[in-house]
């Protein structure tokens, strides 16, 4: 097994995640095989108790694990299915090693940081980087390892003597160390200052680790004369230094590496230059190229809680992004704070109310993630209403379903108390109940989580057409609460469609609004299985509709034979014609949901 080391030094937030995972993408596009592994040095034991505010957003596994976001990269760019364990937390080392002390696994020593946490770090690298992960039997060729915080920080110090130790036990030849740095360019002067990045390695050498490779992150890319500057100091050789400065989108960074030739400088380390191949990234290169060049917009309102920090809902934007490009159109978020829309707000800031409310009317759909609390729920609530009434395309996500069919109780069936007993208790017409699987007491891993199976009840509907009219699919949860299924028949006979259910028909996992052109609700998390190559069949309807060319995307898979349909949105009307330029176009970019490749 060979490893691959990513560090980052001077500031926090440099891209490390995804430098790593644009490294596993040039490597397998050599023709080996590729794991990962994500160290996160806080206490935490995984991710699933952080606010979104705090770390972003909280990734899930097929396996049910709770995980930092960067992992969200690793299997987007690798097209692979990690699992729990491929995320490392300070936490989860400690309480295995206390687990085994209070076992008397010990033998009575006395348990320290080294050896004891050091040797557990390199005991869970080793086993988790023989698993396999992309579908194939036997280990990987390359295990690349992110190092999340900054060298210096207090939290990483085990990590790096771990691996500092770990680097000697596998020898040379079997670990590279590729430390990302900044490299700012100040205005005053107007050129890269290369005294970060010097002091960064200094002070990752003084710890035990010495780079292969700088990987400088700039706003410009580096000259000769800079990287001879940084060779000379940092004490690695200058066709080693590579820039990765400013790119238009991220899939350009393995492009980018590429033509600085990272992939000889990383097999050459690793003694991987005889059998390796010269990597083709054309799919990379094309998908790279026509993402820049997509001019027509699609708008889309984003209605959520967590609008202050864009890594919040960073697996929606990446699921909306893979379907806008499919559908050849640029993607145009507008951030709309939930709260902003409620009443309460035109009373206390009706700027803002004024501001939310015009960017929800002006947008070609809107998107309700999902969420926890009752903050902001009722501007969700409203967000589904104006998109039902105004028939808007919509696009509900966990708590962004629920919210749905509460506001079609309290507006349809007239219950005006309708409401999920996460919110309110007490109410008399409870639509959405805690389900028993979960704990109301403990926050930690005590949800419905991970891969569960939706058995489509009628193939007809919208959503099973997306999915190639699949019988079942499998996606991934994280929720406690779930629609109230004795409130379903209510909701039916008023012409609701719960079409997808589990195997008991006792959870609904779909809902959906016949009649209108786009009003999809799951409580499932579709984005988290979206991939470039590949949209997620939801998104891809959902961003079809709003630019009024769903029945192109529904005729692809199989599931619509109409030639033509007309949509209104926002008062605009917007037919498609399949022997049209604008459809012909539309097809030549959507890929096939039922087999996953570019048509």
Known sequence: MKYVLVTGGVVSGLGKGVTASSIGVLLKACGL??????????????????????????????????????????????????????????????QSVINRERKGDYLGKTVQVVPHITDAIQEWIERVAVIPVDGKEGPADVCVIELGGTIGDIESMPFIEALGQFSYRVGVGNFCLIHVSLVPVLNVVGEPKTKPTQHSVRGLRGLGLTP???????????????????????????????????????????????????????????????????????????????????????????VGKYTGHCDSYLSIIKAL??????????????????????????????????????????????????????????????????????????????????????EYARSILGLQDANSTEFDPKTRNPCVIFMPEGSKTHMGGTMRLGSRRTYFHALECVSAKLYGN?????????????????????????????????????????????????????????????????????????????????????????????????????GRSRKVFLNSKATNGLLNGVYSICNGVPL
């Open 212 to 302: 292969n490779i700088l990987a400088c992150r700039s706003t410009m890319a580096l000259d000769e004369n800079i990287k001879a500057k940084l060779s000379q100091f940092c004490h690695v050789p200058v066709e080693n230094i590579i820039t990765v400065h400013d790119v238009p989108n991220i899939w350009h960074i393995p492009l980018l590496l590429k033509d600085q030739k990272a992939h000889e400088a990383i097999l050459k380390v690793l003694n991987l230059l005889s059998v390796a191949q010269e990597p083709v990234l054309k799919e990379w290169s094309s998908r790279a190229e026509r993402c820049d060049k997509l001019q027509e917009p699609v708008n889309i309102a984003m």
């Open 321 to 406: 992004l893979h379907a806008s490009v499919a559908c050849s159109k640029k993607l145009v978020v507008d951030w709309v704070p939930a709260c902003d829309l409620e009443n309460v707000t035109d009373k206390e800031n009706p700027e803002a109310y004024k501001a939310a409310w015009k960017k929800l009317k002006g947008a070609d759909g809107i998107l309700v993630p999902g969420g926890f609390g009752d903050r902001g729920v009722q501007g969700k609530i409203l967000a589904a209403k104006y998109a039902r009434e105004n028939r808007v395309p919509y696009l509900g996500i966990c708590l962004g379903m629920q919210t749905a069919v509460i």
């Open 470 to 570: 699949q019988r079942h699919i499998d996606e991934r949860h994280r929720h406690r609460y779930e629609v109230n299924p004795d409130m379903v028949a209510h909701l039916e006979s008023a012409g609701l469609s719960f079409p997808g259910k589990d195997e008991t028909g006792r959870r609904m996992e779909i809902v959906e609004l016949p009649n209108h052109p786009y009003y999809v609700g799951v409580q499932f998390h579709p984005e988290f299985k979206s991939r470039p190559g590949k949209p997620s069949p939801l998104f891809l309807g959902f961003v079809a509709a709003s630019c009024g060319e769903l029945d192109v995307v529904l005729q692809r898979c199989g599931g619509q034979e109409k030639v033509s349909s007309t949509y209104h949105i926002n």
């Open 33 to 94: 095989r590729v794991t990962s592994i994500k160290i996160d040095p806080y206490l935490n034991t995984d991710a699933g108790t952080m606010s979104p505010f705090e770390h972003g957003e909280v990734f899930v596994l097929d396996d049910g694990g709770e995980v930092d976001l960067d992992l969200g990269n690793y299997e987007r760019f690798l097209n692979i299915k990690l699992t729990r364990d491929n995320n490392i937390t300070t936490g989860k080392i400690y």
